[in-house]
């Protein structure tokens, strides 16, 4: 069982837009930066969003990240089949003492 | 570039020790906190432990807290993962990864990650 709660799986056609949420506490979220991965297939994590919103060089802009409380949202508009992956949401959670994923959520671009 | 590479996984029989290194290169690696993140075979981000300096706090997930000791040694730009009584459980793939904080003692999230190496707990 996850610290963050993610859905386990998004799908959406291509072109379209897709949000995948993550649900924390106080703790966490609530008061940590949020990050957001991609996994593709066989390959290590890749960083998308970092300071809830904020996206490293490379990454195009419809990528997109938010929070608001103990929740943050990535948004991904104009998908592509390239799209499909893995994505995890992270943060440092303060009274554990410890960097927490969500389970990891599959996109699926129909 | 900036660059980590992780190696030192292998098979190992339940019970018994394995040290996994990460070398770091393209960047002043004394000057950021660094991670171990693991994934077992079809799950997700798991992460392990992390720290910033030598002699400062290292920070541990449950599972691993009194088995596992994280270290660096900035003069190699490496950094360690010593695992000892190892378990079926700790099957994986190890990463090792840079945090992305300006500010010592605090982690923000990883903004580099190497390609991984696999252990396997296995009799």
């Known amino acids: 069982q996850s610290v963050l709660t993610q859905p386990p799986s998004v799908s959406a056609a291509p072109g379209q837009k897709v949000t995948i949420s993550c649900s924390g506490n106080s703790s966490n979220i609530g008061s940590n930066y949020v990050s957001w991965y991609q996994q593709l297939p066989g390959t290590a994590p890749k960083l998308l969003i970092y300071?809830?919103?904020k996206r490293p060089s490379g990454i195009p802009d419809r990528v997109s990240g938010s929070k608001s409380g103990t929740s943050a949202t990535l948004g991904i508009t104009g998908l592509q089949t390239g799209d499909e992956a893995d994505y995890y949401c992270g943060t440092w959670d303060r009274s554990l003492n410890a960097e927490v994923f969500g389970g990891g959520t599959k996109l699926t671009v129909l | 570039q900036v660059q980590l590479v992780e190696s030192g996984g292998g098979v190992v029989q339940p019970g018994r020790s394995l040290r996994l290194s990460c070398e770091a290169s393209?960047?002043?690696?004394?000057?950021?906190?660094m991670h171990w993140v693991r994934q077992a075979p079809g799950k997700g981000l798991e992460w392990v432990a992390a720290m910033w300096y030598e002699g400062g706090k290292n920070h541990y997930t449950d599972s691993v807290r009194g088995r596992f000791t994280i270290s660096r040694d900035s003069s190699k730009n490496m950094l360690y993962l010593k695992m000892n009584s190892l378990r079926a459980e700790d099957t994986a793939v190890y990463y090792c990864?840079?945090?992305?904080?300006?500010?010592?003692?605090?982690?923000?999230?990883?903004?580099?990650w190497g390609q991984g190496t696999s252990v396997t707990v296995s009799s």
């Open positions: 393209g960047f002043t690696f004394n000057n950021f906190g």
């Open positions: 300071e809830n919103n």
């Open positions: 990864a840079r945090d992305l904080s300006p500010h010592p003692y605090y982690f923000y999230g990883m903004d580099v």
